[in-house]
């Protein structure tokens, strides 16, 4: 016995050493390198398009990342009101809207806000920000008019 032990020692050795480099030690990233923020591509609403009072808000976009998207946020502003109506009536100011999103492309088509029939005609700014899985963001604005005259 005494004779194959060194032979046996080296041969265990050696497999051990070929099992450790072959199986890896779980601390490889096998995450890919996000390198590019997101993209917004948006069919509706179109620049200065209008929508009623009273209506729907209606959006249709895709939205695009390299890796992995996570939401996209809706926000609408008031920015101008026509100087000649001087109604007391708010403007409107919808609460934000947040909308999950998956994989590498999503498109959302759908009818984000309701627009109260009760507030100030006048021109309002959407936001568009869109994030990504490691929290890079795209931004867009669209200048709207909100009731039925252009401003």
């Given at each position: 016995?005494?004779i ?6 080296s041969?265990?050795f050696?497999g051990t ?14 995450t890919?390198d996000?390198?590019?923020?997101p993209?917004?591509s948006t ?6 398009q ?6 729907s ?6 939205f ?30 919808p ?27 006048g021109?309002?700014q959407?936001t568009?920000?869109?994030?990504d ?6 931004t ?12």
């Amino acid at each position: 016995m005494k004779i194959y032990f060194p032979k046996m020692v080296s041969i265990l050795f050696v497999g051990t050493l070929m099992l450790s480099s072959c199986g890896g030690s779980g601390d490889k990233d096998d995450t890919p390198d996000d390198s590019a923020a997101p993209t917004i591509s948006t069919s509706v609403p179109t620049a200065n398009q209008s929508f009623s009072l009273g209506g729907s808000f209606q959006y249709t976009g895709t939205f695009t990342d390299d890796v992995e998207l996570k939401n996209v946020t809706f926000s609408i502003e008031k920015i101008d009101a026509p100087s000649t109506l001087g109604i007391d009536d708010p403007s409107w100011a919808p609460d934000d809207v947040t909308i999950t999103l998956s994989g590498t492309t999503e498109t959302v088509d759908a009818a984000i806000f309701d627009i109260p029939s009760g507030v100030n005609d006048g021109v309002y700014q959407l936001t568009i920000l869109c994030s990504d899985a490691v929290s890079k963001t795209a931004t867009e604005e669209i200048t709207i008019n909100l009731g039925s005259t252009n401003y």
